[in-house]
């Protein structure tokens, strides 16, 4: 056996599995086990979780989703497929039908990880105390990183959805 | 053989419902 393009692609897409369940498990470990019971928690000790354990799953959370984009798209590309899936597999961009259930997850998938990078994450850092902040811009960040978040749990599922139909209904894997 | 592009449309309207609902069920849980 030899280092050929189907082995190679294997690993990537690895990689991109073990990303995307580090980055959709802390997803869905903020907010189906660490936001609703926050209000449970004494207020004495609830810095344990704003500043010690957000932040550190914060960190796996951003560039779990970098690292998921990164391998996907590299994934695609060797493939063949990134312009096709990317034009939902319209006829009028070239594209071929076959692609539209594994663009439409690449889609969700890339405006989740925009909000994590350029929405929840900048409020997050207002909101936890790593950047500072006025108490009523903190309140408004913590709202805002939170309707996201919630928004990319929602999305977090037609995104599997799409992309587990794209390989075992359509073989475009 | 079957074409298995047939099911697609059934496959895009299931994932377009899926989300639709998910979208409503997040909206009555409250913001």
């Not at chain 1, 369940?21 to 979780?49: S, T």
């Not at chain 2, 697609?8 to 849980?29: F, M, Y």
Request: hydrophobic share 55%; charged share 10%; proline share 5%.
């Amino acid at each position: 056996m030899h280092f050929d393009l189907e082995y190679y692609k294997f690993i990537i897409r690895v990689f991109h599995v073990l990303c995307g369940i580090m980055w959709i498990g802390l997803l869905w470990y903020f907010n189906f086990v660490q936001i609703p019971n926050m209000k449970n928690i004494p207020d004495d000790q609830k810095p344990a979780i704003g500043k010690v354990i957000a932040p550190a799953a914060l960190f796996w959370f951003r560039w779990g989703a970098a690292g998921t984009v990164l391998f996907g798209l590299w994934l695609a590309s060797l493939n063949g497929y990134i312009a096709s899936a990317l034009s939902l597999g319209l006829d009028i961009f070239g594209g071929n039908i076959k692609h539209m259930p594994i663009g439409i997850g690449m889609w969700f998938g890339l405006i989740m990880a925009f909000n994590v990078w350029f929405v929840i994450w900048p409020h997050q850092k207002r909101a936890l105390g790593i950047v500072e902040a006025a108490p009523d811009v903190k309140a408004k960040s913590a709202r805002i990183a939170m309707l996201f978040s919630r928004t990319n749990t929602l999305l977090s599922i037609p995104m599997l959805y799409f992309m587990i139909s794209a390989q075992n209904l359509y073989h475009v894997s | 053989m079957k074409n298995p592009l047939e099911s697609l449309p059934w496959t895009i309207v299931l994932g377009v419902v899926l989300t639709v609902i998910l979208a409503i069920a997040v909206n009555l849980a409250g913001a």
